[in-house]
């Protein structure tokens, strides 16, 4: 059974860092592309990050470019998000996600197999 840990959220002003961890389990952590999606009260669900298996790839949605970092730690089974410079529309629930079909999952939620439960993210101004 795979499953999907999102850990890190909380309260922060705008201007300020966090750091979400996930954890995928069920199988080799490094077969796994791994995302990060995220929801905001009233809208739909969407990209922000991505990486691929072995980290050499990775990909940012425009809204977080330059401000958020994914990375990941195949021997440790965690992938990390990295948002620094947060503002107060980054507020959202921060889902983390697993594919197993493709080396590269990118910001199709197609191209992900297994979620989390989402972690919050509240950023006030």
């Known amino acids: 059974q795979v499953q999907v840990v999102e850990s890190g959220g909380g309260l922060v002003q705008a201007g300020g860092s966090l750091r979400l961890s996930c954890a995928a389990s069920?199988?080799?952590?490094?077969?796994?592309?791994m995302g990060w999606f995220r929801q905001a009260p009233g809208k739909e669900r969407e990209f922000v990050a991505a990486?691929?298996?072995?980290?050499?790839?990775?990909g940012y949605a425009d809204s977080v470019r330059g401000r958020f970092t994914i990375s990941r730690d195949n021997a440790k089974n965690t992938v990390i998000l990295q948002m620094n410079s947060l503002k107060p529309e980054d507020t959202a629930v921060y889902y983390c996600?697993?594919?197993?079909?493709?080396?590269?999952?990118?910001?199709?939620?197609?191209?992900?197999?297994?979620w989390g439960q989402g972690t919050q993210v509240t950023v006030s101004s």
């Open positions: 996600a697993a594919g197993t079909r493709l080396g590269y999952s990118g910001s199709r939620q197609d191209g992900y197999d297994y």
């Open positions: 069920g199988r080799t952590f490094s077969g796994y592309a």
């Open positions: 990486i691929s298996r072995s980290g050499s790839n990775t």
